[in-house]
């Protein structure tokens, strides 16, 4: 893992570290001991503290409820979109494509994916997300099939998503693009389900067979690899990071906003319409593409309570911030 959180009080020249999710070095070297760690929250926003991106009071973490009823005058006259993965974002770049009177297809279903390069720029807020050709991450790979890719080397090292997955919290250049360029608006969902969803499409990327493989027991191990053993946060493209991280500025409610309008999913028929007519996006509806979770041929699997508890602990922010029970 590559993300740091203080271990203890410095008593020498030698500075140790704590890598989230499990791993001990130092910063003179030296192999990596095991240890037992389950705050990776917080060791991401030390992190962010030594980089100037976050204070490293302890206090910083602590949520407040994201209230709807917050005022929102002097809208600005773009309206961007940040993709929080497994938050029906597919749908609604899809929307946003479809009011431009562009095709999604399965050979080049965006702009962005190719034209991200620097090779074409459009209008602040023209496309979204995965078609989003002008996200500026601070660190970029391009791959001719895959898309533009961000990381940021002194919290993740080789470590990268795709650009329309990374969280803007983790790099100042997209949390200007996010917060300052355009308004933008994102979609939170309630984390179980979310994670369940992660589930079926991880089931479906990369099929498993056999009946073990819908069992509760089998979500429940997913879980444990995923959460409570997690060793890099930007695993699975992105797909598990808490999405505060996405919201809010180093992850903390009590920061800066980024995301200025957040929709709860299981409302978001009804209030995306709304979000849209007040930037003269009418045009953009979500009628006919609505994305459902992927079948994965398992039906109904109900979580244990292990599941649930470890799910409740790595996405404790997002139950407390999107007031989420």
């Known amino acids: 893992m590559m993300i740091l959180a203080p271990h203890q009080p410095c008593l020498s020249n030698e ?59 002097d809208l600005k006259g773009c309206l961007s979109f940040i993709h929080i993965p497994k938050t029906m974002g597919g749908s609604i ?38 078609c989003d050709a002008n996200i500026p991450c601070s660190h970029v790979q391009v791959n001719e099939h ?19 997955h990374f969280p803007p919290s983790f790099d100042p250049q997209l949390v200007s693009y996010y917060a300052d360029i355009c308004d933008s608006f994102c979609v939170v969902r309630h984390p179980l389900d979310r994670f369940i969803s992660q589930y079926r ?8 067979e056999g009946p073990g493989f819908c069992s509760a027991e ?9 959460l409570a053993k997690q060793l890099n946060l ?30 709860n999913m299981t409302d978001a028929a ?25 079948d994965d041929g398992c039906g109904e699997i109900a979580p244990t309570t292990k599941t649930i508890e470890l799910v409740k602990q790595f996405y404790h922010q997002d139950y407390t911030a999107f007031g989420f029970v």
């Open 93 to 130: 770049e899809l929307a946003r494509l479809r009011a431009a009177g562009l095709l999604w297809t399965n050979t080049n279903y965006c702009l962005g994916r190719l034209e991200a390069a620097g090779h074409h720029r459009e209008e602040p807020g023209a496309q979204w997300g995965t």
């Open 201 to 208: 499409y991880w089931r479906k990327v990369a099929p498993r």
């Open 218 to 226: 089998q979500l429940e191990l997913f879980a444990m690899k995923g």
């Open 146 to 164: 895959h898309g533009m890719h961000c990381s940021q080397p002194d919290l993740f090292n080789d470590t990268w998503c795709s650009a329309w």
């Open 270 to 294: 009804e209030q995306f319409p709304k979000l849209m007519q007040r930037y003269g996006l009418e045009n953009v509806t979500l009628e006919g593409v609505h994305e459902h979770d992927p």
């Open 15 to 73: 500075t140790e570290l704590v890598l989230a999710g499990g791993w001990r070095g130092s910063s003179t070297g030296g192999p990596p001991q095991v240890i037992e760690s389950h705050q990776p929250a917080m060791a991401v926003l030390f992190v962010m503290a030594l980089l100037g991106l976050a204070d490293a009071d302890g206090s910083s973490l602590l949520q407040t409820r994201y209230s709807p009823g917050e005022s929102e005058k």
């Open 234 to 263: 930007l695993a699975e493209d992105c797909h598990l990071v808490p999405q505060v991280y996405y919201a809010f500025q180093d992850g903390n409610p009590q920061s800066k906003r980024i995301c200025r309008h957040v929709l």
